[in-house]
């Protein structure tokens, strides 16, 4: 779990904590600016969805981890458009590590079809590809999910978005080099 954590922290985006309600709030607010996605505890969830959903519109999707989902659909129903529910950590992490992962392949997307930056690109696909790889390592329980993975390194004959965006950096510094001043 730790591991996943860390992967998740080095990889993706910090990882901030909180113990009450007031603060967790508090955090939300500080960070406006940027996408959070909100992990909680379903006693918490239960307090302070309602609130943010009303008034943090930037709050990008829930994961609550719980004892017992039966327990917690009488709120929870309400926002199933963006909320999930766990009642085992590491499912909550694979989850959260692969869901994070698919928004890094389509930044890096961006990045190298919108923006030509395939060196951006590549360090966003190369994060995915950890994450994806430190996610399948962990999920003992269901089959390991590979579609991000053939993706970002390719399957059989096609290449994958990694290569690409190496191909793509590497015709970029041969443009660069080609060039001539006069």
């Known amino acids: 779990m730790d591991e996943l954590i860390c992967a998740l922290t080095t990889h993706a985006a910090p990882i901030e904590f909180t113990d009450t309600l007031e ?6 607010d500080y960070h406006k600016d940027k996408r959070i996605i909100f992990i909680s505890s379903a006693s918490l969830g ?7 959903t009303a008034n943090h519109v930037h709050v990008h999707s829930f994961y609550i981890f719980c004892g017992q989902i039966k327990h ?3 709120w ?7 909320l999930q529910m ?5 499912d909550l992490l694979v989850r959260l590590a692969r869901d994070i992962s698919k928004d890094i392949i389509n930044q890096g997307k961006m990045y190298m079809m919108d923006l030509q ?3 951006s690109a590549l360090r966003y696909f190369e ?5 994806e790889e430190r996610a399948n390592a962990r999920d003992t329980l269901n089959h390991p ?6 993706m970002l390194n390719g399957e059989q004959n096609k290449t994958g978005l990694i290569a690409q965006a190496r191909e793509m950096q590497q015709q970029q510094l041969a443009n660069v080099g080609a060039t001539t001043v006069c």
């Open 145 to 150: 999910f590979h579609e991000h993975l053939k």
């Open 46 to 52: 239960k307090d302070i969805i309602p609130k943010i």
């Open 76 to 82: 929870a129903m309400d926002y199933l458009d963006c």
């Open 117 to 119: 930056d395939p060196t």
């Open 86 to 90: 766990f009642d085992f950590e590491i």
């Open 23 to 28: 603060d967790a709030l508090a955090l939300v």
């Open 127 to 131: 994060s995915a590809r950890t994450l």
């Open 72 to 74: 917690c659909l009488d």
